[in-house]
């Protein structure tokens, strides 16, 4: 019976852990609405998200402004006229 409360014990301290965050870079550039709550608590308490997770909110906004990086640069066929 002992050693049963020791391992349920054990068990539910275990599970009262820091879970580890399922925010991928992914997810986070495909949802800006989160992206921007994120990114204001990194802003505000980065200590508190861990770096982990703002580091990847930081690449998620990259993704985001930069793009996928697929696309080629065209330049016009004609120069600009200053």
């Known amino acids: 019976m002992n050693k049963s409360m020791v391992m349920i014990l054990a068990v539910a301290l275990a599970a009262c852990g820091k879970s580890e965050s ?7 550039a495909a949802n800006p609405e989160r992206l921007k709550e994120l990114r204001q608590q990194c802003k505000t308490d980065r200590a508190k998200l861990g770096g982990e997770l703002c580091n990847r909110v930081a690449e998620a906004s990259n993704r985001r402004f930069f793009g996928d990086s ?4 065209n330049p016009p066929k004609e120069s600009p006229k200053f």
């Open 22 to 28: 399922t925010e991928t870079v992914a997810s986070l």
């Open 70 to 73: 697929k696309v080629p640069y």
